[in-house]
Nanobody, 126 residues
Framework: QVQLVESGGGLVQAGGSLRISCAAS????????MGWFRQAPGKEREFVAA????????FYADSVKGRFTISRDNAKNAVYLQMHSLKPEDTAVYYC???????????????????WGQGTQVTVSS
C-alpha cells in the first residue's frame, strides 16, 4: 500500500482559488494511479480527478472540468489539485487515493483505489 498525506485545505471565498497537495510514500509508483475524491456532509464520496503516474493521463468529473487541474511531481512523489473558480458546492473533505493498474472503468470509482489519505477540509464561502 501507499501512505498518503493531504495538506493545503482551508477557507476560501467563492470565485477564489486553492491548491491542495498529497504526499505519497511507501512503494514504487510505476503503474499507479492517483485520485482526488471529495465528500460533503450527508453525501457519498464522489470522484473529482485522477492522474496516471506513468504517462500522466488525466480524468475529471464533469462538475470540475475546466476549473480544477490535477498534476504530479515525480521528484517529490506528490500529487496536486489546483482549484479555480471555487463554488460553495465544492465545500467538502477532499481525499487523496492511490491504486495500482486501475482500468478506465474503475478510475472514477472508489473501488479502484486501495490506499486513502485522512482528508483535508475545503470550505468555500458564498
Amino acid at each position: 500500500q501507499v501512505q498518503l498525506v493531504e495538506s493545503g485545505g482551508g477557507l476560501v471565498q467563492a470565485g477564489g482559488s486553492l491548491r491542495i497537495s498529497c504526499a505519497a510514500s511507501g512503494r514504487t509508483f510505476t503503474g499507479l494511479a492517483m485520485g482526488w475524491f471529495r465528500q460533503a456532509p450527508g453525501k457519498e464520496r464522489e470522484f473529482v480527478a485522477a492522474i496516471r503516474w506513468s504517462g500522466g493521463s488525466t480524468f475529471y468529473a464533469d462538475s470540475v472540468k475546466g476549473r480544477f487541474t490535477i498534476s504530479r511531481d515525480n521528484a517529490k512523489n506528490a500529487v496536486y489539485l489546483q482549484m479555480h473558480s471555487l463554488k460553495p458546492e465544492d465545500t467538502a473533505v477532499y481525499y487523496c487515493a492511490a491504486g495500482a493498474q486501475i482500468n478506465v472503468l474503475l478510475i472514477r470509482t472508489t473501488r479502484g483505489y486501495d490506499s486513502w489519505g485522512q482528508g483535508t477540509q475545503v470550505t468555500v464561502s458564498s
